[in-house]
T-cell receptor, first 114, second 114 residues
Framework: GNSVTQMEGPVTLSEEAFLTINCTYTATGYPSLFWYVQYPGEGLQLLLK?????DKGSNKGFEATYRKETTSFHLEKGSVQVSDSAVYFC?????????????FGKGTKLTVNP | GAGVSQSPSNKVTEKGKDVELRCDPI?????LYWYRQSLGQGLEFLIYFQGNSAPDKSGLPSDRFSAERTGGSVSTLTIQRTQQEDSAVYLC????????????FGSGTRLTVV
């Protein structure tokens, strides 16, 4: 079945450091790919998405490129801030068997220190 | 409404009791999803509704779990004879049914079984 594998955390960085959170997927067909973010005490929010190969999703300084050849959708940010501390989830759309749902990775907790 | 509303936000129940969790999706969203978020387990899919029908119930962990949706709107997740392993945050999400747009999540119900 379709699945998502994220790098395990936690990840701890200093402010202004470069961030990469790895995400790879296994899927039949051509899924859409998503990154969701969960800030402390809040619900999940869509951060960015890409719907086809070579698409780049971007938002709030974060970027991720849909790489079909490596089945990856790594999240990057050039200079993190303390306010980026959150749990990040990679997800793909699963349209098998008459269902339409998102399949999520286990999440990566990011802590950014001042 | 403006967002996905879930109630209660917190629920503590005794082992063996039944609980009902409610989700009020964004008006006009035809698709509704229930997920469970346990510590270290990421987001576990439970059930997907399209309108009032549930084409995919594959994630319900046991026959103690059931869900319904009425009027294409409000959904209720019922857990009968709760067990301690049911303790988790139960998340509801809704979408337009155009899966490429992703979901909007509610803030969740934190269920604690004592």
């Amino acid at each position: 079945g379709n699945s998502v594998t994220q790098m395990e955390g936690p990840v701890t960085l200093s402010e202004e450091a470069f961030l990469t959170i790895n995400c790879t997927y296994t899927a039949t067909g051509y899924p859409s790919l998503f990154w969701y973010v969960q800030y402390p005490g809040e619900g999940l929010q869509l951060l960015l998405k890409a719907t086809k190969a070579d698409d780049k999703g971007s938002n709030k300084g974060f970027e991720a490129t849909y790489r079909k050849e490596t089945t990856s959708f790594h999240l990057e940010k050039g200079s993190v801030q303390v306010s980026d501390s959150a749990v990040y989830f990679c997800a793909l759309s699963d349209l098998q068997g008459g269902s339409e749902k998102l399949v999520f990775g286990k999440g990566t907790k990011l802590t950014v220190n001042p | 409404g403006a967002g996905v509303s879930q109630s209660p936000s917190n629920k503590v129940t005794e082992k063996g009791k039944d609980v009902e969790l409610r989700c009020d999706p964004i008006s006009g969203h035809t698709a509704l999803y229930w997920y469970r978020q346990s510590l270290g387990q990421g987001l576990e899919f439970l059930i997907y509704f399209q309108g009032n029908s549930a084409p995919d119930k594959s994630g319900l962990p046991s026959d103690r779990f059931s869900a319904e949706r009425t009027g294409g709107s409000v959904s209720t997740l019922t857990i009968q004879r709760t067990q301690q392993e049911d303790s988790a945050v139960y998340l509801c999400a809704s979408s337009t049914g155009i899966w490429a747009n992703g979901y909007t999540f509610g803030s969740g119900t934190r269920l604690t079984v004592v």
